[in-house]
């Protein structure tokens, strides 16, 4: 069984900054690949962010330049550093964390205002 727990949502005005943490734990025998998506009302789930055990990244177009992600494979944790938020970045973030199962968080919503 595997927890996966994000934090660090909230409200922001346009132009702030937020810091996600995204922290797994339980059964875990290695994890490959960890990832932030998002999910806005009315909208399909979408890519954000990955990044792989080895600390290779890949981004989405729309955060490229914006978001930074990171991970400290000692914590199983992963990191999305979220800067010049844009009223298009309301959602709700979602961890994904991938072993030989991809395991999700239940979500922390992120508004920003204009």
């Known amino acids: 069984q595997v927890q996966v727990v994000e934090s660090g949502g909230g409200l922001v005005q346009a132009g702030g900054s937020l810091r996600l943490s995204c922290a797994a734990s339980?059964?875990?025998?290695?994890?490959?690949?960890m990832a932030w998506y998002r999910q806005a009302p009315g909208k399909q789930r979408e890519f954000v962010a990955r990044?792989?055990?080895?600390?290779?990244?890949t981004y989405a177009g729309s955060v490229k330049g914006r978001f930074t992600i990171s991970r400290d494979n000692a914590k199983n944790t992963v990191y999305l550093q979220m800067n010049s938020l844009k009223p298009e970045d309301t959602a709700v973030y979602y961890c994904?964390?991938?072993?030989?199962?991809?395991?999700w968080g239940q979500g922390t919503q992120v508004t920003v205002s204009s």
């Open positions: 339980g059964s875990i025998f290695s994890i490959n690949v």
């Open positions: 994904q964390v991938a072993t030989q199962t991809a395991y």
């Open positions: 990044i792989t055990i080895g600390g290779e990244t």
